[in-house]
């Protein structure tokens, strides 16, 4: 399996970062052992702040060389302290990205072909998405196979829904037709309250949702703090507990469809 996941959704603190890290080092672990990569697609650059020690890179050290036309090579590519687990850090630099493509006729084809030459390697590949259905975004999906969409159960959330389902659609249609999206997972979720439960159906309606939902706890703020993930930090924690169930769910629908 070479899979290339899109963990994204336009709107900010929904716990995408938090849902790629867990992925991520959820298949790399003991009872999976898969090789993974952890793409990080955001300037804010919070996954790499967690999985890396070191802070500061060069651009050509990070995401943005494959933006700029190169191919990726072992200079992008950082271990983390977890084995079977390598990021390709995030720049500050890609706020700049959206300009320097604008006029490029591959402008959304950057990661995808440059993403090619190591992308064998690797049984997941994971991106890590901004906050924006910017043209960083667009090259994710265009690279990807498979969407993970976090989502939280507020009415502004799924307003945001429609535009996403609509971006994904286009560029199914018009760059990558093998793209699908996985499943949506609600994040700090409190199953019983009322909200919940509209949102659950209303949503439902839009796109597959995973049985798993992920609950809130200030375990998880305490663990990339301390640049941990929940598996080291928490083990027995609900939320850990969650991402590991969620983790078997996305393993086994990729399984089958191949
Ligand atoms: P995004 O990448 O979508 O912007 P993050 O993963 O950075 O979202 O999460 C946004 C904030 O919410 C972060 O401060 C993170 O620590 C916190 N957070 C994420 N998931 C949970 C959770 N299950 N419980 C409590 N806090 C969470
Ligand atoms: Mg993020």
Redesign the pocket.
């Known amino acids: 399996m070479n899979v290339v996941l899109s963990v994204t959704?336009q709107?900010?603190?929904?716990?995408?970062?938090?849902?790629a890290l867990h992925l991520a080092a959820g298949l790399a672990r003991q009872h999976l052992k898969k090789k993974v990569l952890y793409i990080d697609l955001?300037p804010q650059r919070?996954g790499t702040d967690v999985l890396l020690k070191k802070s500061e890179f060069d651009a050509e050290q990070t995401v943005f060389h494959l933006f700029q036309g190169n191919p990726i090579t072992s200079q992008q590519l950082h271990e983390t302290d977890l084995e079977n687990l390598m990021v390709v850090p995030s720049s500050l630099q890609l706020v700049e990205v959206e300009t320097m493509l604008s006029n490029a006729l591959d402008g959304f084809f950057r990661l995808n072909e440059n993403l090619s030459p190591l992308v064998n390697e690797f049984d997941f590949t994971i991106i890590?998405c901004p906050?924006s259905l910017s043209v960083l975004t667009i090259n994710a999906l265009v690279a990807a196979k498979g969407i993970i969409i976090?989502l939280q159960a507020s009415k502004f959330s799924v307003d945001g829904i429609h535009g996403l389902v609509n971006a994904i659609n286009t560029v199914q249609k018009r760059y990558n037709a093998s793209l699908e999206i996985i499943g949506g997972v609600f994040?700090?979720f409190n199953e019983r309250t009322t909200i919940s439960q509209m949102m659950t159906e209303e949503i439902s309606q839009n796109m597959k949702l995973f049985k798993s939902t992920?609950?809130?706890?200030?375990a998880?703020?305490e663990a990339?703090l301390l640049k941990q993930s929940l598996y080291e930090y928490a083990p027995k924690n609900k939320?850990t507990i969650a991402y590991e169930q969620l983790t078997k769910e996305v393993y086994n629908v990729l399984q089958k469809i191949g």
């Open positions: 959704n709107k900010g603190g929904v716990a995408k970062t938090t849902t955001d919070n890590d906050p976090p994040t700090m992920i609950p809130s706890s200030v998880v703020e990339h939320v």
